[in-house]
């Protein structure tokens, strides 16, 4: 993997983490199988304007600029309600790492 | 936007796409905020060894190739369901392309 350099997105990340270490559990039955659609859609709401700034995303196409935002969003909650499921086999700094690694510079 | 070349992960999303033009409707609203997560479950189930075959997931590190292939898949079903609530603003193709270049390129 490629590992992030320390930047405002990754203080992002480590902030959600340090959420999830404490509301983890109730946060990924919420958002996972037999979880709420209405709940993952408010998370998405919370966390749009904070991918956005953080990862500077501009607004020169619209749609591309939204539909990225939403890659992002979706990529970050289904990643760390998996990494959940899995019991956490990675520390929470390092799921950030993983995880802003594959949306700076993708998965290759 | 970077184009991805022409290769077998776009040949997937292609026809991903082809299914999604005709059963979109239905999906979207499976998959999206009033829809069933367990509908979003399997359709994770079914895109996952197809994933991992087009992206080339190794499994050398097995949780970073499942923690990667969930990445992928979120993103990739987020963003469709996000660009059919937006009523379709650019074609499967485009949109096929754009999701593959954030995956194998990052967002950057």
């Known amino acids: 993997m490629r590992h992030a350099t320390t930047d405002s997105a990754e203080e992002t990340m480590d902030a959600f983490a340090a959420v999830y270490t404490t509301y983890g559990s109730y946060i990924s039955v919420l958002l996972g199988e037999h979880g709420d659609p209405v709940f993952r ?3 998405r709401k919370i966390a749009e304007p904070v991918v956005i700034k953080r990862f500077n ?3 020169e196409n619209e749609t591309e600029a939204a ?3 939403e890659y992002v969003i ?3 909650l ?3 309600v998996r990494w959940f499921e899995f019991d956490m086999p990675i520390s929470t700094r390092k799921l950030a ?3 802003i690694g594959f949306t700076k ?3 290759l």
């Open 78 to 80: 289904g990643t760390i």
């Open 41 to 43: 859609a408010k998370m």
């Open 67 to 69: 539909l990225k935002t």
């Open 57 to 59: 995303i501009s607004s």
């Open 97 to 99: 790492e993983l995880i």
């Open 105 to 107: 510079h993708g998965i």
């Open 74 to 76: 979706s990529a970050a």
